[in-house]
């Protein structure tokens, strides 16, 4: 089956700019996860849902960034007033919620963001 | 604070050869742990995980040890082969923060004919 896909694959924007990227996990898992790698790093919380609330934002790195999943699938991470510092490849996961602790998160491509 | 820590930016390794990647953690709580594979402009690719509850779990050529005594852990792949070129992130999470994984920096490999 498909994956999970993540749409633009490259962003490019200005400083002070708002974007918006779009994830849209794999059919029938009902946990999402966002996280951001830069480079030389590994990837770094930010967000996951389950559902379409929220369960843990912790890794959010200001009230500039917010993500949303009002339907239980598809997210959205916004970020606003954009940053050079913003510039970084924002990587989106899903895992099917199993119930047990062993639950495997599965990635998408990323969308690489660069603000000038 | 960086919680999961691969010490080895880039490890060289012979084909047919074994690799061995090496993951130290400070986080007693946590209590899963899995190995990813990313290549580049892909995202990362899972590859083998263990519980707290176990010290190896294998799957073909890749083999996971849990040292919890050390909070170390260690992935061997034997043989190595050419596609096993690419990054490997070490990563864990914690009953208290489920979902929240933490990656370590990764460690390049690149396996040689």
């Known amino acids: 089956g498909a994956g999970v896909s993540q749409t633009p694959s490259n962003k490019v924007t200005e400083k002070g700019k708002y974007v918006e990227l779009r994830c849209d996990p794999i059919?029938?898992?009902?946990?999402l996860y966002w996280y951001r790698q830069s480079l030389g790093q590994g990837p770094e919380f930010l967000i996951y849902?389950?559902?379409?609330?929220?369960?843990?934002d912790s890794g959010l790195p200001n009230d500039r960034f917010f993500a949303v999943r009002p339907e239980g699938s598809v997210s959205t991470l916004k970020i606003q007033r954009t940053e050079r510092g913003d510039s970084a490849v924002y990587l989106c996961?899903?895992?099917?919620?199993?119930?047990?602790?062993?639950?495997?998160?599965?990635f998408g491509p990323g969308t690489r963001l660069t603000v000038l | 604070d960086q919680q999961v820590k691969q010490n080895s930016p880039s490890l060289s390794v012979q084909e047919g050869r074994i690799s061995i990647l090496n993951c130290d953690y400070t986080?007693?709580?946590?209590?899963?742990f899995l190995w990813y594979k990313k290549y580049p402009a892909e995202g990362p690719t899972f590859l083998i995980s263990?519980?707290?509850?176990?010290d190896k779990n294998e799957d073909g050529r890749f083999t996971v040890f849990l040292n919890k005594s050390a909070k170390h852990l260690s992935l061997h792949i034997v043989p190595s082969q050419p596609g096993d070129s690419a990054v490997y992130f070490c990563?864990?999470?914690?009953?208290?923060?489920?979902?929240?994984?933490?990656f370590g920096a990764g460690t390049q490999v690149v396996v040689t004919p």
């Open positions: 996961a899903s895992s099917l919620i199993s119930g047990e602790v062993e639950d495997t998160q599965y």
């Open positions: 059919s029938g898992h009902t946990a």
């Open positions: 849902f389950q559902g379409t609330g929220a369960a843990d």
């Open positions: 986080n007693s709580m946590f209590d899963y």
């Open positions: 263990i519980s707290s509850i176990k």
């Open positions: 990563a864990a999470s914690a009953t208290d923060s489920w979902g929240k994984l933490q």
